[in-house]
């Protein structure tokens, strides 16, 4: 049965997934970057990316590929999607990932303001959904077909499928890493009361790999 | 130099130190004992304890005998060392630990209620203070000479010491459960902007071990 999963959401050791003041240069926040020195080098990372075929092997590697598998749409916030806030201007945006995006399938973007949908090459198609987390994961439910429905981020977004107990799988890896603020996975969050547990624990030499379940 | 060190504090995913609801039934507080799976069985804390020779041994076990090397003093919190709040009733508690404490040198304990010492079996001598944690800290030092000040916890009095800038080195354990509320470790406090950065980071099978120095 098709699933709505986030996979590779990466924390630091203070709990945060992005760091403050996200902007054109920091699309992660200040500091963000530290955060994906697990992931970057994967051979998974670098063939979506389509910069080479090489690249780590192993557990880090394996946990992106699991990410990568069995997608047939994602879910992310605003943010996730553009450095602007409030209403969409006509000034050329489309994504951080360029003309081809890594995606490959529907995407749908929370927003509170309408716009129509962005149709990009290799597959992947925006679509902007101002009705609210529910209406998203439908729609996204209905793309995927069989296949499951990753949450991309940011935190605020993971955080508000989390509360409301839509998400089936959660893939957290923590970073060696200090952030001092940003944007926090699960403060306020109480996870036991909503019923998850860790179910896989894998460490390795750049991160800790968590998964939980319901 | 004698440093002031956290040494074995050990979180959940989720951030927290200690679960909520601390009682007689629940020194660490509910789920807190998920926590220190990683430390019980090593040899050090059973031989600590005085409860057999044997024990686990490796990584783990190294990080809880770094813990118990070159100490001349302890400070603690007062939830540490009871479960009772308010000025100090003649109720015969004399902490958590029974006649022979594991600490075997003077222990410090935060509090805002006079106490005259209390002089245990083995070499712990428990001191009351209530002028502050820097007055802790001046006495701790005091006493330990050369030798090293050991924060025992909790997750508030940490914080405190933490948020002076009076902490050497940190080591933290993060444990793969999620507890979901109780004692936070970090909440709110901006690590980078207080100077510390891991500086060493050990996974094993049951702990995340870091340690952060400024």
Not at 96 to 110: E, N, T
Request: neutral net charge; proline residues 6%; contains cysteine.
């Amino acid at each position: 049965m098709s699933k709505l999963r986030v996979n590779c959401f990466t924390i630091s050791l203070d709990g945060y997934g992005a760091g403050p003041n996200q902007d054109l240069q920091n699309p992660l926040g200040e500091g963000g970057r530290d955060l994906h020195q697990w992931f970057v080098p994967t051979k998974t990372f670098r063939s979506m990316l389509g910069i080479g075929s090489d690249g780590t092997t192993g557990v880090d590697d394996d946990f992106a590929r699991r990410g990568a598998e069995n997608l047939g749409a994602w879910i992310l916030g605003r943010n996730m999607f553009a450095p602007s806030r409030g209403p969409w201007l006509d000034d050329g945006w489309r994504g951080w990932w360029g003309d081809s995006p890594p995606y490959h399938v529907p995407v749908f973007v929370l927003t509170h303001h309408a716009r129509p949908p962005l149709e990009m090459a290799g597959g992947t198609t925006f679509y902007f959904v101002n009705g609210g987390i529910e209406e998203a994961l439908e729609r996204a439910k209905q793309a995927a077909g069989e296949r499951d429905v990753r949450i991309g981020g940011g935190a605020d977004t993971i955080r508000q499928y989390l509360r409301a107990g839509l998400v089936d799988e959660l893939h957290v890896a923590i970073s060696p890493v200090v952030l001092g603020k940003g944007e926090h996975l699960l403060q306020g969050l109480d996870l036991r009361a909503l019923g998850y547990r860790v179910a896989q624990h894998v460490p390795t030499a750049a991160a800790t790999h968590l998964v939980l379940g319901r």
